[in-house]
């Protein structure tokens, strides 16, 4: 139980580490994004999925992490 949620984590800390990383590129000027959406436009073509599902992945891995911290630390 304890090595599925600190997979959690990590995916949880690596996933918005991207989204944080694809802001940074932007708005910095270091990547093209012609649309101003914050998204690389070179990643956009390759993992726009990634991006579009970006509430539901966020919305899932917090649901994730709770239910996993609840059940690691119940109150
Ligand atoms: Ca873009």
Redesign the pocket.
Known sequence: MNEVLITTVFIVILVSGVYFYAGYL?KTGKAE???G?L???EW?EKFGWFFSAKGLIMFTLGLLLGYLLGNQFPI
């Open positions: 932007t994004d012609a649309d959406n998204i690389p436009d956009e």
